[in-house]
Each structure stands twice: as C-alpha cells, then as structure tokens.
Nanobody
Framework: QVQLVESGGGLVQAGDSLRLSCAALGRTFSMYSAGWFRQAPGKEREFVAGISRNGGYTAYADSVKGRFTISRDNAKNSVYLEMINLKPEDAADYYC?????????????????WGQGTQVTVSP
C-alpha cells in the first residue's frame, strides 16, 4: 500500500485557479497509476482525472477538459491537479487515489489507496 496526502485546497472565486498536490509515502510511486476524484455533498464520488504510471497517458472527465491538468513527478512521489477557470460546480472534496496498474481506471471502486481529501470551495 501507499499512503497519500493531499494539499492545496481552499476557498476561491469563480474564474480563479488552484493547484492540488498529492504526496505518496511508502512504496515507489512510479509503480502506481493515479487519479483525482471529487465528491460534493449529497453526490457520488466522481472521476476527475487520471494519469498512468509514467505520466504518458492522461484522462479527464468531460466537465473538466480544457480547464484541469493532471501531472506527476515520480522523483518527488507526487501527483498534481492544476485547475483553472474554476466554477461553482467544481466545489467538492477532492481525493487522490492510486493503484498498482499501468493505466488509471475511472471507476473509483478499483482504486486501492486513497488520501483523506482536500476541500475546494468556489464562490460565484
């Protein structure tokens, strides 16, 4: 298993930007693909973005394409989510997840390791 710790959430206004970080502790993170998920109150956890082990493949939910960018630095055992032009509907708790697989699935049930989450609030 790998321990994941997210940071970077906060309160912003619509149109602002935020960068979320996820630090992996424990095993070699380059063995894991990773994903970012979010969950708003009363809603199910949803896929936001995913990245392959070596960072060569990325995937995004349609709702964030063109605004969010996922990246990773395996030398720093970290994954990032750059978010621009934030909208009120982006407000949620954001979670980093990982699994020992080459490519990141969109189904959260397939992930084996999760962070504690970081809250993103977007005011109109």
């Amino acid at each position: 298993q790998v321990q994941l710790v997210e940071s970077g959430g906060g309160l912003v206004q619509a149109g602002d930007s935020l960068r979320l970080s996820c630090a992996a502790l424990g095993r070699t993170f380059s063995m894991y693909s990773a994903g970012w998920f979010r969950q708003a109150p009363g809603k199910e956890r949803e896929f936001v973005a995913g990245i392959s082990r070596n960072g060569g493949y990325t995937a995004y939910a349609d709702s964030v394409k063109g605004r969010f960018t996922i990246s990773r630095d395996n030398a720093k055992n970290s994954v990032y989510l750059e978010m621009i032009n934030l909208k009120p509907e982006d407000a949620a708790d954001y979670y980093c997840a990982a699994l020992m697989r080459t490519y990141p699935p969109e189904d959260p049930r397939q992930y084996t390791d999760w962070g504690q989450g970081t809250q993103v609030t977007v005011s109109p």
